[in-house]
């Protein structure tokens, strides 16, 4: 059974907690909840990053970015290095990265789709990863956060660093059991 290590992707707590950007943070502590997982603490090993892990299973790991959306490639990297070095060489072989985030594109508030490979289709935490990680593939997991009206780079940044509405916040936060159930195919997957 492959071992998913779960990273999120966004903006750092507290000044951009429950912000639309950080849709992903949102959807990975949610899914924490739901997996009865102990508290994320704080890992220099894992690049500064959140971590929270069952003690009792090795299900899943789940990886919260402490850098800005934009360059958080080269943290998610550390990770994942450090993540795979901690594996015996048959877990490694079936060790699977998730990266969730947020995606204008998607539309509808709360709507997921997953993918393997492809282009950052200008998602710039995800061009940093691929920046950063040129060999490795990892699944997608985009959570949308609907989009304004306006394209102009100014309105689209306005809207994607606002604090999330409690009904955007628990449309997110419900799509963590259709997450859940991705990450269980991923963990089938030989």
Do not use: C
Not at 21 to 41: C, D, M
Not at 95 to 108: F, I, Q
């Amino acid at each position: 059974m492959p071992l998913p290590q779960v990273a999120s992707i966004g903006n750092p707590p507290p000044l951009y907690t429950h912000t639309l950007h950080s849709a992903g943070h949102t959807l990975l502590s949610h899914l924490r909840l739901l997996l009865s997982y102990p508290p994320f603490i704080k890992s220099r090993l894992y690049a500064n990053g959140l971590v929270s892990e069952d003690p009792f299973s090795s299900e899943f790991t789940l990886w919260q970015s402490p850098s800005l959306m934009n360059v958080s490639g080269a943290g998610v990297a550390k990770a994942w290095t450090k993540y795979k070095a901690g594996l015996s060489s048959e877990e490694g072989g079936r060790a699977r990265l998730v990266v969730l985030h947020d995606e204008l594109e998607e539309g509808k508030v709360g709507r997921v789709r997953a993918r393997r490979g492809g282009s950052a289709r200008g998602h710039n935490g995800i061009k940093s990863i691929l920046a950063a990680m040129p060999k490795d593939e990892f699944t997608r997991v985009a959570i949308g956060i609907g989009r304004p009206e306006s394209r102009e780079p100014v309105d689209v940044a306005r809207y994607v660093l606002k604090k999330m509405t409690l009904g955007e916040r628990a449309k997110i936060e419900d799509a963590a059991g259709q997450v859940l159930g991705i990450l269980r195919e991923i963990s089938e997957e030989v």
